[in-house]
């Protein structure tokens, strides 16, 4: 069964850096793609960054220039570095995975608890 696991939050000051990982265990197959998403209390599910399995990576204009995502095919891990944090980064960060790279959570087939991260002005 295929579990994902997320690690890597906490509270940070504006303008600071946060490291996520997500690491996949569980799976027979390693060709799919993983994307992090983000929920802020009151707000529906919103696409943050996705890579397809062979490391290309899409990002939400939001972030783009602030955050990279990356994988780790050999530790089924997949990263997302996170840096300049703004206050309205603060979110559930969830880690998911599915058959490619798209933007809809619900390309989606599985999905990590989340992790929270708290940006402070």
């Known amino acids: 069964q295929v579990q994902l696991v997320e690690s890597g939050g906490g509270l940070v000051q504006a303008g600071g850096s946060l490291r996520l990982s997500c690491a996949d265990s569980g799976r027979t197959s390693s060709t799919y793609a993983m994307a992090w998403f983000r929920q802020a209390p009151g707000k529906e599910r919103e696409f943050v960054a996705a890579?397809?399995?062979?490391?290309?990576?899409y990002y939400a204009s939001s972030v783009k220039g602030r955050f990279t995502i990356s994988r780790d095919n050999a530790k089924n891990t997949v990263y997302l570095q996170m840096n300049s944090l703004k206050p309205e980064d603060t979110a559930v960060y969830y880690c998911?995975?599915?058959?490619?790279?798209?933007?809809?959570?619900?390309?989606?087939?599985?999905w990590g608890q989340g992790t929270q991260v708290t940006v402070s002005s």
């Open positions: 998911a995975s599915g058959p490619a790279p798209y933007q809809s959570p619900r390309s989606y087939d599985y």
């Open positions: 890579i397809s399995y062979s490391g290309t990576g």
